[in-house]
């Protein structure tokens, strides 16, 4: 089932168990989705909704930050309970050996030998690992294997 749908069945499911808190943070992905979607004028596939979650999920933690320094603990916990949401939505996480090994492949692949060659390999991973991966640490294990 394409994410969006499972997203609109999470949201009528919230609903009639009336959890307002999930109900609203699944309200506000699917509105940042189809902001996007007006934005670009045109319908998200898969990948496209994933980079919406990783942005709002970025946006979670930065607030949670935020607001642990502000001595907030009521948004805090409001933040909270919306990153377990956001986070049930990305897929299973590569552990660290499985995503170097996909770096070597991608190294393979592009015929990379410099870092001057790090676009193109950062291009082929990107499709395969996002959201399965921090692309910070594949962006520095990229860096440390083309030295």
Do not use: H
């Not at 309970?81 to 990305?90: A, E, I, Q, R």
């Amino acid at each position: 089932m394409p994410l969006r749908e499972t997203i609109a069945a999470d949201m009528t499911e919230a609903m009639r168990a009336q959890d307002r808190a999930r109900l609203q943070a699944v309200r506000l992905l699917r509105a940042a989705i189809q902001r996007r979607e007006v934005d670009e004028k045109q319908s998200l596939n898969d990948t496209e909704v994933l980079v919406v979650i990783q942005r709002m999920i970025k946006q979670c933690n930065d607030s949670i930050d935020q607001f642990t320094s502000g001595n907030r603990n009521d948004l805090v916990e409001k933040e909270m309970v919306m990153l377990d949401v956001l986070t049930k939505y990305l897929p299973q996480p590569l552990n660290e050996e499985e995503t170097l090994n996909i770096i070597s492949e991608a190294i393979m692949e592009t015929r990379a030998e410099s870092i001057r060659d790090m676009g193109p390999v950062m291009s082929w991973l990107k499709p395969k690992l996002q959201g399965k991966a921090d692309m910070a640490f594949v962006s520095k294990a990229v860096r440390e294997k083309l030295n």
